[in-house]
């Protein structure tokens, strides 16, 4: 890999990793859209693991104060609104969410990696992820007023939007736009529904970087391991500003924006390809 294509796509993913609109999907038409060879999976997760990195330090208060209060359940301050929940509580609303993924994502990994990756495939399910999103918002503007707090969440709830989650592993649908959807649906309000997205996506992502470093040590991969720790340290300093960014932007704003992006983009990918280009 170039430096060039280092830095263009660790940015790329640091800006679309906590946005609707599919990180790995963007990597890859990236590196389609520039003609640049294909990154690799083992690429692809250490920018994943760099934003995993930012959200660790956007929430650390959050984190700390799970990890520590475990065992004498204190309570955890969840929004700066003065929401709280129980230390414990809020573990098992993680681990519910996160168990789909862990039962399911598995058996998809070896498909998706040889059948997913190209931008055709990319283009379809960006318009999937318009529609979702389009869904969603129509959903929770009509039928729920979306004024919930993360307090209110219970456990088939949390589980409900992990299995969601789980369609996150095709390129091209977005972790966080459909688990953010997900929680507005079942009555969240926004900032509430993506600091749960944020959180539920931690595990996941750490998880996924875990895999895929033991099956390229397993495999003696030639990954480039140089550009992929590169990779990591630029999409996380990127990935921290934007989630600071996201968090103030949807405590007062719409989908709208991001459903007209992925589908003029997504569309403009299926004609570019059906063109032959």
């Known amino acids: 890999m ?155 709830q949390a589980f409900t939007v992990g299995l969601i989650q789980v369609l996150a592993v095709f390129s091209g649908i977005s972790r966080s736009g459909v688990t953010m959807v997900a929680g507005m649906a079942i009555g969240l309000s926004r900032e509430s529904a993506a600091r749960f997205s944020m959180l539920l996506g931690t595990p996941a992502i750490a998880g996924a970087g875990l895999l895929v470093a033991m099956d390229a040590i397993s495999d003696n991969d030639s990954a480039d391991f140089g550009a992929a720790a590169l990779g990591a340290i630029i999409s996380a300093v990127t990935a921290y500003f934007v989630i600071a960014g996201l968090m103030k932007v949807l405590r007062n704003g719409s989908f709208r924006p991001f459903i007209a992006y992925c589908a003029v983009v997504g569309t403009a990918v299926v004609i570019a390809r059906a063109a032959g280009v």
Do not use: C, M
Request: aromatic share 8%.
């Open 2 to 156: 170039s430096l060039l294509q280092i830095v263009v796509l660790a940015i790329v993913q640091g800006i679309t990793e906590f946005l609707p609109i599919s990180s790995s999907g963007h990597l890859i038409l990236g590196s389609w859209l520039f003609d640049w060879p294909d990154q690799g999976i083992v690429f692809d997760t250490a920018v994943h693991v760099g934003t995993l990195a930012a959200v660790l330090v956007y929430f650390r208060r959050e984190w700390i104060q799970l990890v520590t209060g475990v065992i004498s359940n204190q309570l955890v301050q969840i929004d700066e609104v003065g929401g709280v929940i129980r230390a414990r509580t809020l573990a098992v609303l993680i681990i519910v969410g996160t168990v789909p993924l862990i039962a399911i994502g598995p058996f998809l990994k070896d498909s998706i990696e040889v059948k997913f990756r190209g931008p055709e495939v990319v283009g379809w399910l960006l318009i999937g992820t318009a529609i979702a999103l389009t869904i969603g918002e129509l959903f929770t503007r009509f039928v729920h007023q979306r004024t919930r707090t993360l307090d209110t969440l219970k456990t088939p």
